[in-house]
């Protein structure tokens, strides 16, 4: 039977090969394109195996790979060649699962590398020290747009909104009317549907308590923000982050002074902020303190293989890639439960998911 996996499993093994065959790695540069490139020496990394941990040092010509009862050296050709051959592989793939083709197979046996993703309980993929094999680790995550994109917060029920219904009394029969819209657009349509029949959504809670406080963190009308903007994506069409803020600064949700807003840079500056923890970890249901994260940075694949890096120690680049590069996603209404009308002590709320994913390009 063929090795397979996806080709984000695939493309997390590409780029570990990569890097240990190349020996450094282009640092992002936001969204300066015209910025000369910079390169950042790789010189060890360290990944979780089927028997424990392993290091993995990038020498002159050779990788030499330590761990329990293992020490061997492998060219570091052979390496440059396999992920060649493993971006190949997954570029040609027309479905999400990949079989790998038999050389592949047969490198990973001798490597005894057994698990195409490394198996973690950090949300990290592997760990890289720049430089010299004793400077301190950094934990990685691979964002690969060959395939499908993972996102940067998956939404799901404890990334609810909740709009209380005001303006009219709806009956029973009008809110099943409401509800009974189907797809492709129920979300919108219902959102229409309310407005034509007299009633109003106002910002109501978070529904999860945790992200509601994690939220707040950010700042403490922040929940607000992130609100109206999922409220923008469904009525206007509108899903970059760049583009929702824009829109946000002209609306003003907060009502604030317009020397915040343009001299402050109020609504970009709690969006990058937001991005930012998103991106190193902060999760809805899990508590958020403001406190590091293991995932420090990642690694993002374009369509041609390229290898970009982003890490917090580079905190300027990284929140201009991601306001840049980043979108509000539509989850599935009936898994994350929300989209519709629905009574709570008496009250009618209609709850939006907050979803946050790469753009794909």
Not at 220 to 240: D, K, Q, V
Not at 335 to 340: H, L, P, R, S, V
Request: glycine share 6%.
């Amino acid at each position: 039977m063929s090795l397979s996996a996806t080709k984000k499993e695939w493309s997390e093994l590409y780029v570990f090969f990569s890097l240990l065959a190349r020996g450094e790695v282009e640092s992002g540069k936001g969204n300066n394109t015209l910025e000369e490139a910079v390169f950042i020496p790789v010189s060890m990394i360290r990944r979780e195996e089927h028997n424990g941990p392993r290091s993995y040092y990038v020498e002159e010509e050779s990788i030499h790979i330590t761990g329990e009862n293992y020490d061997k050296r492998f060219s570091r050709e052979d390496f440059d060649y396999t992920a060649g051959l493993i971006l190949r592989t997954i570029r040609k793939g027309e479905s999400e699962e990949v079989e790998a083709p038999w050389e592949l197979e047969a490198f990973l046996d001798a490597l005894e590398i057994y698990d195409i993703a490394a198996v973690t309980n950090d949300r990290t993929d592997f760990y890289v020290a720049f430089y010299h094999p004793s400077t301190p680790l950094t934990g990685f995550y691979v964002h690969s747009r060959i395939g499908k994109m993972f996102p940067l917060l998956d939404g799901g029920r404890a990334a609810n909104i909740k709009f209380e219904l005001s303006g009219v009394k709806f009956a029973v029969p009008t809110v099943d009317k409401v509800n009974a819209l189907k797809e492709p657009f129920e979300v919108t349509d219902r959102l229409n549907l309310i407005e034509r029949l007299g009633g109003i959504l106002k910002y109501a809670d978070v529904a999860d308590k945790v992200f509601r406080c994690n939220l707040q963190m950010i700042d403490l009308h922040f929940p607000r923000i992130l609100a109206e903007m999922a409220r923008m994506m469904h009525l206007e069409g509108i899903t970059r982050i760049d583009e929702l803020t824009e829109r946000i600064k002209e609306m003003n949700p907060l009502k604030i002074k317009d020397e915040l807003i343009h001299k402050h840079s109020y609504y970009e500056y709690k969006m990058r902020q937001f991005l930012l923890v998103t991106a190193l970890g902060m999760r809805p249901a899990k508590i958020f303190n403001g406190t590091d994260s293991p995932v420090a940075g990642f690694f993002v694949v374009g369509g041609d293989g390229k290898i970009i890096c982003y890490q917090k120690n580079d905190k300027e680049n990284f929140e201009e890639f991601l306001y840049h590069n980043t979108r509000l996603e539509r989850g599935d209404t009936g898994k994350d439960k929300y989209g519709y009308l629905e009574r709570e002590n008496k009250v009618w709320y209609f709850k939006l998911n907050i979803k946050v994913g790469i753009i794909k390009r």
